[in-house]
């Protein structure tokens, strides 16, 4: 049997991978019943996509993960499916999401190896999930913006958001990356967005093409 990853789109070989892993406090006053089960219950479509982009990823999976304070994270890089797995258990869990610092690190050092040609061809996917609304929302959408304004073409850099739980504040601010960033300054729509759910353990590559072209 082929290789899987020999069979995909030709636009998701010869790219780099980046996963940010950013779970919260598993309770929260007002949250919906059965949310502190929320990535249990996604665990499965996590391993899938993660796994998928691990055998893609030219310099292997890399994932950043946030601290128990703001502006804290950690970096992993060259991450297997067992990594992964004991990392998701042992994340730390702030009261509050603050993103903008990881994002812009991992902007930051997209455009330093793509002016250097340290980047594969193809260019990079940044998958994040997340629970909660992030507590940095305006600097997120500029952030994003401002790389936008940087790329060469439409599909070179894609970020895709999964919402875990139920959230509806979070799915809001969600699609709000989605859907009017263009009306924001953005030179391309760079992000795409999608429940946790609605990602197939056993088939991530709908989600994948759909972050670069949706």
Known sequence: MADTATILPAQLHHRNYTLIHAPTQLHRLGMAPRFEQRWRQAHSQILGLADQCHRLAVNGLTVYQGGSNPGEFQIHQNVNMANLESLMATAPL????????????????????????????????????????????????????????????????????????????????????????????????????????????????????DVLKD
Request: net charge negative; charged share 25%.
């Open 94 to 209: 702030p009261e509050q999401l603050t993103l903008a610092p990881i994002l812009q690190t991992v902007l930051d050092r997209y455009f330093a190896e793509k002016a250097t040609g340290q980047q594969p061809k193809n260019g990079e996917i940044i998958i994040i999930l997340i629970d909660h609304e992030p507590t940095d929302r305006l600097a997120i959408a500029k952030q994003i913006v401002a790389a936008s304004q940087k790329l060469d073409h439409n599909d070179e850099l894609g970020i895709g958001w999964l919402q875990v739980g139920d959230d509806y504040i979070t799915k809001g601010f969600l699609a709000t990356l989605d859907d009017n960033l263009r009306q924001k300054g953005a030179k391309f729509d760079i992000v795409d967005h999608k429940p946790i759910q609605q990602i197939s353990a056993s088939e991530p590559t709908r989600f994948l093409m």
